[in-house]
Nanobody
Framework: QVQLVESGGGLVQAGGSLRLSCAVS????????MGWFRQAPGGEREFVAAIAWSNAVTHTADSVKGRFTISRDRAKNTVYLQMDSLKPEDTAVYYCAATLARTWIVSDEYDYWGQGTQVTVSS
């Protein structure tokens, strides 16, 4: 079992920044990848970014590339999502998730999920 707890969401004006954190605990293996997904009201869950727990290789969705950065601190068992130049369309609930699959962009491949944290970007 892997437990994930997100924090850091909130209300921010367009152009602002937020950093989300995901505290990771439980049976985490080097083969795991940690991902961030988001879901806007009425929308589907969308891949944002993922990072390999072992070597920090990352993959970021084109929609946020250049604005969002995923990272991890193994000493703190934490995954981060730094979000800059936020836009109103970034408004969503952001979820942290863990997978052993090699396909990082598909939400169904993730076995463990956090409860989510709300990010609201005002115009």
């Amino acid at each position: 079992q892997v437990q994930l707890v997100e924090s850091g969401g909130g209300l921010v004006q367009a152009g602002g920044s937020l950093r989300l954190s995901c505290a990771v605990s439980g049976r985490v293996f080097n083969a795991h990848a940690m991902g961030w997904f988001r879901q806007a009201p009425g929308g589907e869950r969308e891949f944002v970014a993922a990072i390999a727990w072992s070597n920090a290789v990352t993959h970021t969705a084109d929609s946020v590339k250049g604005r969002f950065t995923i990272s991890r601190d193994r000493a703190k068992n934490t995954v981060y999502l730094q979000m800059d130049s936020l836009k109103p369309e970034d408004t969503a609930v952001y979820y942290c998730a863990a997978t052993l699959a090699r396909t990082w962009i598909v939400s169904d491949e993730y076995d463990y999920w956090g409860q989510g944290t709300q990010v609201t970007v005002s115009s």
